[in-house]
């Protein structure tokens, strides 16, 4: 129904975004034929949304269905309106269950480090972090050689190194992010995200202080009351015990140490 307003595509998109998180939800707690029965129902009443065929195509490639799979990614790049993007798509796909050759054949086709598509760049190059990090340099390298006119740009590989478990890398993306694009609010506020998930509590203030007077010039009144509130519960850890422990702590997530390599 929603598809038939366009006055409610803003709708349709968080409800699409909503389904593809609670799959990937459901395929790291291996519950496989849950997110296959759940793709296929999404499918069938949202047929052109790519994103779905690539996240049907992994729950099956993680049960050993490569026929099924090889299936789904195919009708992917058929209804693709993007063709290359869609073949960058599929061979993260692959490279997520490390059949190397068939990602880079795919790769290949959405053009490589040749290709000036930012979407295409983004996704072969996150592809490659968890395998090849020097090979994943050089496609976010090439991303934001040139100046971006866009501050989004970073925020887009920020969520993504954040969603490989790159919270470090995502760091030093936005440094560079901020460095061009000083008064953007949504970067700062990413750093903030990522600080708390380093755990690094001085620079969580450090940039929190720095959104606070881009926040007052800007008047955003609700980022205000959002930094008080972390303000406070700062306090609060500082005063009363450490709220980041292993035991029990809001984060207890551990990252591996990245290979230092400068973008």
């Known amino acids: 129904l929603l598809k038939l307003d366009p006055k409610h595509q803003h709708a349709l998109e968080l409800l699409r975004k909503v389904g593809c998180d609670h799959v990937r939800m459901l395929c790291r707690e291996n519950r496989h034929r849950q997110a296959v029965g759940l793709l296929q129902g999404f499918?069938?009443?949202d047929a052109n949304h790519t994103p779905f065929y690539i996240l049907l195509a992994r729950a099956f490639l993680d049960q050993g269905k490569e026929l099924e799979a090889e299936e789904t990614l195919g009708r992917c790049i058929e209804l693709a309106p993007?063709?290359?993007?869609?073949?960058?798509q599929v061979g993260r796909a692959?490279?997520?269950?490390?059949?190397?050759e068939r990602a880079?054949?795919?790769?290949?086709e959405a053009g490589g480090l040749d290709t000036e598509d930012e979407d295409v760049l983004l996704t072969i190059g996150t592809a490659y972090l968890p395998h090849n990090t020097r090979r994943a340099n050089r496609y976010l390298n090439k991303l934001i050689a040139n100046q971006p006119e866009d501050p989004a740009v970073f925020e887009r590989i920020c969520n993504e190194l954040?969603?490989?478990?790159?919270?470090?890398?995502?760091?030093?993306?936005?440094d560079r992010g901020v460095k061009a694009f000083p008064d953007s609010i949504p970067l700062w506020m990413h750093k903030i995200r990522v600080a708390l998930m380093m755990e690094d509590i001085?620079?969580?203030?450090?940039?929190?202080?720095?959104?606070?007077k881009l926040a007052m010039a800007a008047g955003e009144f609700e980022i205000l009351q959002a930094i008080s509130a972390l303000e406070m519960m700062l306090t609060f850890q500082s005063t009363w015990g450490n709220l980041f422990d292993d035991e029990g702590g809001f984060f207890d997530d551990e990252y591996d140490e990245f290979d230092d390599e400068p973008f």
Request: aromatic letters at 8%; proline letters at 4%.
């Open 43 to 45: 499918i069938e009443a």
């Open 82 to 88: 993007n063709k290359p993007l869609a073949h960058a």
């Open 94 to 100: 692959y490279m997520s269950v490390e059949y190397f």
């Open 104 to 108: 880079e054949a795919h790769f290949k």
């Open 162 to 174: 954040i969603g490989e478990g790159q919270p470090e890398l995502a760091q030093k993306i936005l």
């Open 202 to 212: 001085d620079l969580v203030r450090k940039t929190a202080k720095k959104l606070r």
